[in-house]
């Protein structure tokens, strides 16, 4: 069905006659006044999308419902005495409005993320910035592992980061850099993962519990200074000289198994470091970070996995950042 358009009539009254304080604070029911009332009846009771243009024919906003109607009159309601500034600001920009009828929700879920995806509305907030969704990418190289987080699965390492002053010793102080000359006997990307503080917070917390289980050391005063920031760095050497190498082998394969949802053996480990501690406080900011992973184990790595089962992606294959939203959407009709 071709998109239904609702125009200002020329002999409407202008917003300036509507407005008591422009942008922020319309009169009650401004849109009813603004617009013609008879239109809002004329709007099916229908899945679909809809959208709203200023007067510049901008598009400002994209959304979808399973009964246009209902939610379009939401909006013709909408009162200053109840509505936030931002709902209040939109409204009173609303010049046109367009929507487009579709057979199931879900067509109109795909339609509104490709719409976003491709316009950006300014008032569009949710699945607009796709490039900022997440990677991170595992190297083990001699001495130690190395973690990034990126969002780019393309990053070239070996240009970008041939010196990085993130890395520690093993007392955990800073070194004076290290260089990535030799080639890493394991290398793999995941992802993509959404959500930026979901995501930094339990990259961050699981470099924690990576770093005292190598170094023996529970006491969380003892992680290098970088650790210890409300948000996980974007890259990380985590040192394992000393360490045998048939158990950083083990770790490796129980992050790959983490990471690529099929397992969360791997808090298993830390949870019996928890019952190493001396202190209270020691076993309470472990059973935290563990928390984190397991949330983020629960909610997003068992997500994914989903997604590949469902849509048969190669293990190899990375999830897209154009193509994540999208597959959320189809998961849900499955």
């Given at each position: 069905m071709s998109p239904a358009i609702f125009m200002l009539a020329e002999n409407e009254l202008n917003s300036q006659q509507l407005m008591k304080q422009p942008d922020l604070f319309p009169l009650n029911a401004y849109l009813e006044r603004k617009l013609?009332?008879?239109?809002?009846?004329?709007?099916?009771?229908?899945?679909?999308?809809?959208?709203?243009?200023?007067k510049d024919d901008e598009l400002i906003y994209v959304g979808k419902s399973k009964n246009l109607r209902k939610r379009l009159n939401s909006y013709k309601r909408v009162k200053t005495n109840s509505a936030g500034k931002k709902l209040s600001a939109l409204v009173s920009k609303i010049s046109v409005i367009t929507f487009e009828v579709f057979t199931t929700e879900i067509e109109a879920l795909l339609e509104e993320n490709r719409l976003i995806r491709t316009?950006?509305?300014?008032f569009n907030h949710v699945n607009?910035?796709?490039?900022?969704?997440?990677f991170i990418r595992i190297m083990a190289l001699q001495g130690g592992i190395f973690f990034t987080l990126s969002?780019?699965?393309?990053?070239?390492?070996?240009?970008?980061l041939k010196k990085i002053h993130l890395f520690t010793d093993d007392e955990g102080r800073y070194s004076s850099g290290f260089d990535i000359i030799s080639e890493p006997s394991y290398e793999k990307v995941y992802g993509c993962f959404k959500g930026h503080v979901t995501v930094r917070k339990s990259f961050g917390a699981l470099l924690q519990l990576l770093c005292m289980q190598f170094t023996g050391k529970v006491n969380p005063h003892c992680l290098p200074h970088v650790l210890t920031r409300n948000l996980a760095p974007l890259a990380y050497f985590l040192p394992v000289y000393s360490v045998a190498e048939v158990k950083v082998l083990r770790f490796i394969e129980l992050l790959d198994e983490w990471f690529t949802g099929q397992s969360d053996e791997i808090l298993n480990l830390f949870e019996s470091m928890a019952l190493r501690t001396e202190t209270s406080f020691e076993c309470t900011y472990i059973k935290d970070r563990i928390e984190v992973l397991q949330s983020f184990y629960n909610g997003t790595l068992q997500k994914q996995r989903l997604i590949r089962n469902t849509f048969v992606l190669t293990a190899d294959e990375l999830i897209k950042q154009?193509?994540?939203?999208?597959?959320?959407?189809?998961?849900r009709a499955k």
């Open positions: 013609s009332r008879q239109i809002f009846p004329e709007v099916p009771n229908a899945p679909g999308v809809y959208r709203f243009y200023d316009y950006r509305p300014l607009k910035q796709i490039e900022t969704y997440y969002m780019s699965a393309a990053t070239d390492l070996k240009k970008g154009d193509e994540l939203d999208d597959f959320q959407v189809k998961l």
